[in-house]
């Protein structure tokens, strides 16, 4: 036994492609299964997400710009990351919330396999939900859908890994940026994975990452008026109809979800329908 | 040398209109207790008294199409159901005329709008959706998809039926019974709707119409025996039913305000645009959510857009609806004028300069000149609320950049025009646009087929085409 003392990391925030500590200096202590203190994560303030949504405002339209081969070949290179940091997940799950090691692995596995799921949605979710429509009269006509903007997400408490990448892979497939909140007492694979995000050619701003307070930070998110969209999976539904009317203001797109699925991407796209006069 | 039309007036034999009209429940017209007046709004006659549905009635109408729902529309196939929709267009064909002239003496639109785009539209809405009833496996949202239950439905006044085919074709093809409340000013042809469904068959509670007012619409809203809201009117009303309806599990969808911009390229086709521009605004005296209410010109070809534009409204006819030359009738409402004129004022002390072509107005009923506005900045209230009147607001741009930035700098995202020549900037704009409904080289085009609604502010959901039909199905996996 060495008598080395481990080099602990300090749990900060994501926004805009860095890792700031939050403005407010609050932070919130950690424990593990067994009750004893893990880390210091940052407590959000209503600031860091104003500084959240100006970033993922920000990185909309370059994002929304990139071509839907270029999307998913991120989306894949995101996997492509955790796989190659498996074990570090498996270990963090494992001591902050007691999970057996063959169950985080499964949780890491399905995280990896879950984000190659949705590169693949990249170029074709459009297929889906697009149409082209026979109007009665000469004009061509069709309708693409196309992202809205910046989404908002309250990711569940557990699973703290596969319930925020179900998150926010959804929302960045079709070319929103998002903002989203980690599992409060869980929060320190949320933050890792920013560490996966960091190096995965993702643009700075794409996805930002919080930890902190749903009861503080959800009717925050819900009263910006900045804010195009919502996902509250991972709120309470007692707490759902307080957003709801709160995102009412600006007329939020409001959703939940129960599982993976292509019409979760897209709740989060708008449909647009151009119509051309047809004509020599 | 001027020439002037003869009046070219179309005949009101064809329609009867009763003194009185009670609500639609259960398939039989029943009494109401209060009522009020529907007038004409050209000449300020009162057409008939309408009956304002309470709660009893409200109830009732919930009822009727609960049972309905329950023992009859869930239970039949699609085939048919879809039978009776396509029943409805063909009735709704063979009567058209008399929808025509009944919508144009209720609303005050055109006879030539109502004849040849509100029904005809509303028809070809049965006859597109009677066609989903039995296909619902194949519209994209699994293999079972379920119908929701009663929707309840609410509707404006600037396109009657068609709006209440837009709400009704897509619930009935998806199974749903419906409760629909037509809008306080124009509920006529909602009520020859009912007979026209009695006509058809249908079984009784599949639809049910009850006229009223605000407070019909909000007892329909907040009604527990409800499971689907589709409501069409102002964004303002619009935030209080998502409000109203967050607490329940009720499906919602808004189609609300707009104040779309249309944009003209110095590479435009002039004459086509400047029809493009009278369409866009002044196509059912402005009173459309989708109008092109704010022309930007790019500032190369203003002058000449705006020279031939007034030429070109010079020669729009004002005037008695029913005339089949007249290109703009009369606004809808004594209330909706007071609106139009307070906007216009404001648009006048805020310093943008008016013009409006000579033209005389009947000295009875609600008018308003078609009006311009020139030099409009963006921080104008002119260039940000909805008139919904034949008013529009001219801005002007640089390059293309600036006019996607001016277009897009409002709450709303219903609509948008584009006019040019070039394919490319055409695409590039309309991609640029946040908004439903781009119409490039065109403008206030409208198909069964074709998925119409709003970005942002201006509502939730499409209405048309597969997009329109799933907001009245189950089988997603969000909530």
Redesign the interface.
Known sequence: MSNRIDVKKTYKLFINGAFPRTESGRTYEVKNAKGVFVANPCLASRKDLRDAVVAARAAHAGWNKATAYNRGQILYRIAEMLEGRRGQFVEEIVNVTGATKTKADKEVTESIDRLVWYAGWTDKIAS??G?T?????P?Y?F?IP?S?GVVAAIAPENPSLLGLIDAVAPIITSGNTVVVLASTKAPLSAMTFAEVLATSDLPAGVINILTGKKDEIAPWMASHMDI?ALDISGLSSKK???I??A?????K?I?????A?P??I??FM????????IGL | MTFEYAPAPESRAIVTIKPKYGHFIGGKFVAGSKHFPTINPATEEVLSQIALAGKADVDAAVKAARKAYANTWSKMSGKERGKYLYRIARIMQERAREFAVLETLDNGKPIRESRDTDIPLAA?HFFYHAGWADKLEYA?LGTSPKPLGVAGQIIPWNFPLLMLAWKVAPALAAGNTVVLKSAESTPLTALLFAEVCQQAELPAGVVNIVTGDGSTGALIVNHPGIDKIAFTGS?EV??II??AV??TNKSVT?E?GGKAANIVFDDAPIDETVEGIVNGIFFNQGHVCCAGSRLLLQENVAEEVLHKLKNRMEKIRVGDPMDKNTDVGAINSKEQLAKIIELAAVGDSEGAERWSPACTLPSKGFWFAPTIFTGVTQAHRIAREEIFGPVLSVLTFRTPAEAIEKANNT?FGLSAGIWSEKGSR?LWA??QLR????????FN?F?P?????G???S??G?EG???GLSAYLKG????
């Open positions: 889906l939900a149409s429509n026979p109007v009665a009269g004009f006509n309708t196309e809205m195009d759902h109809a307080d709801k009317v995102g009412a203001e600006n007329l797109r959703h939940s979800f129960k599982s699925d019409g979760r897209i709740a708008e449909a647009k329908t151009v119509w051309h006069p | 070809a994209g964004t619009g935030k998502a409000r967050a607490p808004l609300l709450p055409t309309s991609q908004a439903g409904v781009i119409w490039a080289n065109t085009k198909d087929t074709s998925p119409f609604g970005y942002k502010e509502g939730w499409r085409g597969r997009h997603v996996s969000h909530e």
